[in-house]
């Protein structure tokens, strides 16, 4: 859980670090929707290299990055692997025969049983799942004796299908790393704040901006806590008996139920105490507040700002030509 | 043979800070039967890390622990019921909500002995006994936990792991957020259940009144080492006790000051009230 950096602030000074919030969200929604603009492979490779080039300006470890990538890693192989197979388009790049036998079932087990077994004593689990894969495809083509269980089918890869998997899983990353840099480089209530600023304006049309960045601000901050919290009580249960890696499945059904009453009677404890202490150093919700740190747009922000509208123009002209 | 630590440390890793290291190179051992052990030091110390260690429900980030003749190292084994160890080694959390969740008590407290393969029947007798080994009558058995106050609250949360009879019992700070004769009774009881079973109890606590009092063996943790491993006596005699951020109980700060001022020459080691005012008027007649 501690290796997911999706939605983590790392403190430290960079220039993305002395930007203003505002600039920040602005700025990667501009580049976003150029991002959905772009047409090309070409172009998409040239926006991956503008998003490693924004990381290394940042100086922000593009290691940590994609580090902080391998929870999404499975989302990614997923997208590939359903537009190849489903998208039909274009010429066939591979045309496969496959056979589905008895042997087939046979060699399907076994392949099945060494992967569990290697994986038991090896960590690469991703490779691992790879070579399975490709064994799996193996077999369905080269094992064509014994009786067919099902017909005979043919499988194809197609020339569109291939380019647009590629193009999805650029565009998720180049997304994904984007979003990665806001909040990697701003503190959630900078955030927030940054936020309720940007959507001040829509309070003409009723849409409260102020309680809706405290909402965002407070369940942020209760993620961490709840998370404790639940770590405590997954412990205090264990030492009564309810280990959840050991057990049959109808013990650990009633087991949750142990974990999810506590969960719940806590948070309903925390956010009480929370509404107290609030109301004691008188909030009033509604009221207008003061801030501490009052956000201010410096030349940075300017630049900024001017750099991702470019990018923006120069997508729309890409488009239109 | 009870528990035993080799050597054991264990870290905390946080994305931020890095490694935390919450109790380093602990040697340690507890035997199963007869003891009464006091486990003392300030907040942030490695108490709770220490008490966790004792039924496997963390891991030594180095060294190795044996419990119950099952070796506990850095990596979860396939081969050791964890749950055995549970059941042998009972851990009362600080905060009873923690574990407090069915909507009545009884059924709490035989959520336990139920996860160990214990008749629904068998599991109610349990659940009555260890009610009433804690201090609380057969009326309690159909009410809702969370309608119990703090102390009550606290009591079935024991009773629900002494339902499950453990060997050796370790309680983090039963007595916190109870009233100076609440303390005292639920003392008196861990002192009962320790004489009559036989049980090992480890308890945490801050007070020093009820270490000195109750306990003969109390083991210091400072800044995640073990400072101390011995009689409290000789704790209070032979240590100065505030470089481990530790006070010293309260008849012998009484005493010690009246030493002073009035120029008296007391024994100032006296565990209770009683046996400090006697004390107090021997010298004074005098």
Known sequence: ?321 | MGIRFNEVSYGYSSFAQGLYTAIKDINLEITEKNEFIALVGHTGSGKSTLAKHMNALIFPTSGTLEIFGHTITNKRNKKIKYNDIRKKVGLVFQFPEYQLFEETVEKDIMFGPMNFQITKEEAKKLAKQSLKLVGLDDSYLSRNPYNLSGGEKKRVSIAGILAMDPDILVLDEPTSGLDPAGKRILMDLFKNINETTGKTIIIITHDMDLVYQYFNRVLVMNDGHLMFDGKTEALFQKEDVTDYHLDYPNTIKVLKYLNQELNLNMNVFQKTTAEALAEIKRAVKL
């Open chain 1, 1 to 321: 859980m501690k290796s997911i950096i999706i939605g983590q602030y790392i403190p430290g000074k960079g220039l993305f670090y002395r930007l203003d919030p505002r600039t920040k969200i602005i700025a990667v929604l501009l580049i976003m929707i150029s991002v959905f603009l772009l047409e090309t492979i070409e172009q998409l490779l040239i926006g991956l290299a503008t998003a490693i080039v924004l990381l290394l300006i940042g100086k922000i470890s593009i290691l940590k990055v994609i580090k902080g990538l391998k929870p999404i890693m499975i989302l990614l192989i997923f997208t590939f692997i359903f537009q190849i197979i489903l998208n039909r388009e274009g010429e066939a790049i591979v045309s496969q025969q496959m056979y589905f036998t008895v042997y087939t079932l046979l060699f399907l087990i076994l392949a099945f049983i060494v992967w569990r077994l290697i994986a038991k004593l090896i960590r690469y689990r991703f490779t691992l799942f790879f070579l399975f894969a490709a064994g799996v495809f193996l077999i369905l083509s080269y094992v064509d004796f014994g009786a067919n269980i099902a017909n005979p089918f043919t499988f194809n890869i197609y020339r569109a299908g291939l380019e647009m998997s590629f193009f999805v899983v650029v565009r998720l990353l180049i997304i994904i790393t984007l979003s990665t840099v806001l909040t990697l480089t701003t503190k959630p209530t900078d955030l927030t704040q940054g936020l309720e600023k940007l959507m001040h304006p829509m309070k003409k049309i009723g849409f409260d901006s102020e309680s809706f960045a405290l909402i965002i601000s407070i369940s942020l901050r209760y993620i961490p806590t709840i998370f404790d919290e639940a770590n405590k009580i997954m412990l205090a249960q264990a030492s009564r008996g309810a280990d959840f890696s050991e057990g049959k499945l109808k013990d650990k059904l009633r087991q949750v139920i142990s974990l999810l009453v506590p969960m719940f009677i806590i948070a309903f404890m925390r956010s009480e105490e929370l509404a107290n202490a609030m109301e004691s150093r008188n909030f009033v919700p509604g009221e207008k507040r003061t801030r501490i740190n009052e956000l201010y747009f410096s030349h940075g922000d300017i630049i900024a700002t001017i750099f991702s509208f470019l990018i923006l123009a120069l997508a729309i002209v890409l488009k239109v030509i």
